[in-house]
């Protein structure tokens, strides 16, 4: 757990000794991340957001090329999303007991109403970005409506991340207090789930 923490704190810094070391093997690198992390339900703990920030941060310095990971991220995270999608429309089902039908019919109306904006929406949250494809596969989303918001999610979360860590990343504030910045990241990307849960509890 503590070497996982280290990995989070000290993003820039890894990803920089990558680059030192193995040169152009970090494109490789940095296109399995994100393909596991958006495309296989047992990596939802792989860093994204913050990977992409970092990612951006050493683009601005001059050790990788800005344009070459926006097209090797987003490609990555679309094809990571179709591979999720199709695991849960393959298998999700046959996993999930069939007590739960009810909820399973509940899922395909919910996606066929709200699939749209949930598939983009849940770019930007840890955890969520990683099982929403799964769930759209399990309730049926249609696979040509999927990837219409896959790919705009896709490039939306790609091109935001890595753009802010280019241009803010080196800001001396942020570069000397980069673990607490790659920390309010992750906490940001929490708050649309805090607030969803906050405004439920109002209502009631």
């Not at 596991?36 to 913050?50: Q, Y």
């Not at 991220?73 to 990571?80: K, S």
């Not at 930007?124 to 970005?129: K, T």
């Not at 309010?184 to 509890?201: E, G, M």
């Amino acid at each position: 757990m503590s070497n996982i923490f280290n990995l989070f704190i000290n993003l820039d810094k890894n990803i920089i000794f990558i680059v030192q070391q193995y040169g152009l093997l970090i494109y490789p690198f940095l296109f399995l991340i994100i393909f596991c992390e958006t495309g296989l339900v047992i990596f939802p703990f792989l860093p994204g957001d913050t990977l992409l920030f970092a990612a951006g941060t050493i683009a601005s310095q001059g050790y990788i090329n800005l344009y070459l990971i926006f097209i090797l991220a987003i490609f990555a995270a679309i094809l990571g999303d179709s591979l999720n999608y199709f695991i849960g429309k393959t298998f999700g089902r046959k996993i999930v007991p069939r007590r739960y039908n009810s909820y399973l019919i509940q899922t395909e109306k919910f996606y066929e109403k709200h699939g749209g904006k949930t598939i983009i929406l849940a770019r930007f949250i840890p955890l969520i970005r990683t099982f929403a494809p799964f769930v759209a596969g399990l309730g049926k989303m249609k696979y040509s409506r999927f990837i219409f918001f896959n790919i705009i999610g896709g490039v939306l979360w790609v091109v935001s991340l890595t753009s802010l860590g280019f241009f803010f990343g080196n800001l001396p504030f942020i570069k000397n207090n980069f673990g607490l910045m790659i920390i309010l990241i992750i906490l940001i990307s929490y708050l649309p789930i805090f607030i969803s849960y906050l405004i439920k509890k109002l209502k009631r």
